[in-house]
DNA sequence: TCAGGTCAGTGTGACCTGA
DNA sequence: TCAGGTCACACTGACCTGA
């Protein structure tokens, strides 16, 4: 009637173990919530009633060993738990001794074999009999032969702890040996955690990059899933099913009237849209605004409709109506240069080939990126921003890795996207210099600059003062690299 | 500035005690409530930054015998207690409406304003006017100036607490209203922590590789110390002050003989310093002895020794009897080739301009490469040693971008750094087809293949069939990107 | 600068519910 | 009986306030 797992009143078995409430529930959270704990005593704790809350670790590896299965059939043979002691004791894996971590206690090794060096019995002369079994180093002595110093081969034992054999290992009595003067206590020793913590961090970070990527897949449903829906079925209706969609008799004033409302519409869309990324909420009121402000929405606007542009038409449906905002109508309603730029563009957006979520992942990197004015204006919503952005690429390229197979793939996409990156700055002149000046009082529409009319091409070309200075021409296109070397096997 | 109990950052003193905000509190509220803690493990635990809650007894009692005291002064009377439940409730701190998270809860907030697009009163035709208070979107309309849809402000007014008037909004009764069945609790209402997180998450990971550089720096400074000291004052002697080092009359057998040492002192010592890099101990043996062995130690002799040469001379010393190993032994041992390989990798390795740190960075990164052999061997020492690789990588480009100024130098520098990784193949094919078929009997040492001499322009030609298929040629030079986008203001 | 206080956040396990 | 869920509770420590 006693939990198997920290001695106090089982209440039943629960998930194949006899258990008491509080390790059931314990077991149960580790399971769902995935979570990496770490043992900073040399992960053979032994959890009792008093001390099962002072190593996690150790609780939750005790469940597992004990057979802990969440799909719980209850199969669990308590024959092998007898078996399982000591089993693997002396084979291969050397060396308990507490002191042994070399990363905190480097000092340890001593420096005596330095200016000793011994000689190898390695013939040269054999090496270049045979190819295969010769040392790997024949102008250096051999290093698969040479002695291995002391002190290196340590703590290999305590690594894995999936092995069930080497986890069993670990016996009363050998134990008791290295248990220093206080007696009857396990022996408090500092463990090495490098790999645990990293691979906790690692894990940490994971998880909120999924939860990110969820979050983003619910608020694109949530806000442009019936746009996208709409303008998809709408695509493809008319390329794959060649139906000629019915499209109501209008005029050029309906038409113009129909899409400032879309773009009105558009607004608190893209605004929602990036309320509900997370981290939006904890930017404060100006950082908060400059994230759908300005060139950012227009880049917006640019990438959530060029999805539905070809390279002739145009799929978008606009208003209540559901007036097709064809290339016509465009054509109509913006300068001829303009729509060149605008198909262009997103043509060449498409190109990269990026899915939907990948998509707006990118468009969240571009709403987080901290611009100067912020910069300028208050450097500490400056470094949240950076921060969120920071996550947002990491995100985005986490997704990319995911989903090329190979590295050609994802050099190909980090390349188009740099070329995405750099179209921005276009996008961001053409704002400036067109879209802020542009006459939308009667079509087509025109940018005037006082009395002088601003073309596409001379926004396109503006060279501006202050163009942040840290900007594009110089910006680092390799900021992050794994050095990913990969070599071929010097062996096989 | 370390709490002298834990051993976290100190806030300052506490009670007469060095100590952080953690125990600070933890040995109020143990005074306050007279709470009596029991040690299940003898007295005599060392509370520390990740044990500390352990072991609440031998914190406490840390606390007391380093002199923590309550001086009786401020002792709080119990009356207070029952008053200030509930004070700050309504104060300023507004809305604490279980539902009103954003994120969490996003579905809350209503769709409807989407298909009822609201004309806005902005005139467009003021855009044109002015330049400066022209709203930022002209075609589209103006975000600023839109009206904000319901609900996204509703974040906006949770975040910025310290307005009372938005604050004042939310009354208490509302409060009540929402409250779940339970009542009179204050409700559980959940924060958003995203950025808390996140940050979180990368400062444990800075603290990591703060931890990892300072083990790198003191492997440098144990195993390589001696030898760096002395080849540079050495380089410092003669290139400096002009002096001409005193050179023992030697002869090429006594020269062979030292190098021979020298280099199997050179593998231990790179074995040693490899296993003070943290995470080496936590490899399995097999892919241990992969770090350095092979072309990987031959990379290392190179850059290890390399910083010594110059275009011209050699500075390295070697052996008890410190004897110069220069250019004319140099030229008497290897062939002029392989000289002339060397010089020329070392002297663009140089060009890089890497500190010390960096460069053994770098080494790390090399030596923790994960090639295809021990990929197929043990695809789970593989994934340790990949994790480790990316360790190293990230620390790596930490340092990089802590020592570059701008955005242009670490461009380059990683530019430098990817030209360098497409070089180690040349060292990879050098040590396969050359090193592994070198004649070290007698000098100057010849590459034999049977009766075939293999030249050193042989091996750096050498394509090999198994080099592993996503290696360098097509592999991902990009692979991590910032997607720096830096754009100017659009103000300003 | 520090004592004292606050409270969001987290982990825990007793208890509930339905199969 | 047990899986799965809920939630009151305790503890923690970052942060605030006032001396
Ligand atoms: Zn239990
Ligand atoms: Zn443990
Ligand atoms: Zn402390
Ligand atoms: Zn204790």
Chains 1, 2 share one sequence.
Not at 1 to 7: D, L, P, S, V
Not at 157 to 180: G, I
Not at 236 to 254: A, D, H, K, V, W
Not at 450 to 479: C, H, I, M, S, Y
């Amino acid at each position: 009637m006693k939990c198997e797992i920290c001695g106090r009143a089982a209440t039943g078995v629960h998930y194949g173990v006899l258990a008491c409430e509080g390790c059931k529930a314990f077991y149960r959270r580790g399971v769902e919530k995935k979570i990496t704990y770490l043992c900073y005593f040399g992960n053979n704790c032994t959890p009792d009633a008093n001390t099962r809350a002072c190593c996690k670790a150790c609780r939750f590896q005790r469940c597992l060993r004990l057979g802990m299965k969440i799909h719980g059939a209850k199969l669990k043979d308590p024959v092998l738990d007898g078996k399982k002691k000591g089993k693997r004791k002396l084979q291969g894996k050397n060396a308990e001794s507490p002191e042994s971590c070399p990363t905190m206690e480097i000092s340890r090794i001593t420096c005596s074999t330095q200016t000793d060096p011994n000689p190898l019995s390695t013939n040269p002369g054999i090496s270049s009999a045979d190819d295969f079994i010769d040392p790997d180093d024949a102008l250096f002595p051999d290093l698969a032969l040479a002695e291995v110093p002391s002190g290196y081969e340590l703590d290999l034992a305590d690594m894995d702890v999936e092995d069930d054999e080497a986890a069993a290992s670990v016996p009363s009595d050998r134990l008791a040996m290295v248990r220093s003067k206080r007696e009857g206590q396990p022996p408090r020793r500092k463990m090495v955690t490098f790999m645990n913590h990293y691979m906790a961090v690692l894990e940490d970070n994971r998880r909120q990059m999924a939860a990110t990527v969820q979050a983003v897949a619910s608020a694109i449903e949530e806000v442009f899933g019936d746009q996208i829906r709409c303008w998809k079925s709408c695509m493809e209706r008319e390329l794959i099913f060649g139906e000629m969609l019915y499209q109501p008799q209008t005029t050029l004033e309906i038409m113009m009237e129909t899409l400032y409302c879309h773009n009105a519409d558009s607004v608190k869309r893209t605004q929602r849209f990036a309320s509900m990324m997370p981290g939006t909420c904890e930017l404060d009121v100006s950082a908060k605004k400059n994230v759908t402000a300005g060139w950012k929405w227009l880049a917006f606007w640019l990438i959530h409709h060029g999805g539905f542009l070809t390279a002739e038409e145009s799929y978008i449906v606009i208003g209540a109506d559901n007036l097709r905002y064809c290339r016509y109508w465009q054509q109509m309603i913006s300068e001829w240069p303009l729509l060149v730029f605008i198909y262009k563009f997103c043509g060449e957006f498409k190109e990269i080939g990026l899915t939907q979520i990948e998509t707006y992942l990118l468009l969240a990197v571009v709403m987080f990126e901290p611009g100067v004015d912020v910069r300028k204006q208050s450097p500490e919503g400056n470094s949240k921003l950076e921060l969120i952005h920071r996550h947002y690429t990491d995100v985005l390229f986490d997704a990319l890795k995911r989903r090329c197979t190979d590295n050609a793939q994802l050099t190909d996409t980090c390349r188009k996207l740099e070329r995405f990156f750099s179209a921005l700055k276009l996008v961001h002149r053409l704002h400036r210099h067109y879209f802020r000046a542009l006459d939308m009082t009667k079509a087509p529409f025109r940018a005037m600059k006082g009395q002088r009319q601003v073309t596409v091409l001379d926004a396109l070309r503006w060279k501006d003062d202050n163009e942040d200075p840290n900007g594009f021409d110089n910006r680092a296109p390799l900021a992050y690299k794994p050095f990913a070397i990969r070599i071929g096997s010097s062996e096989s």
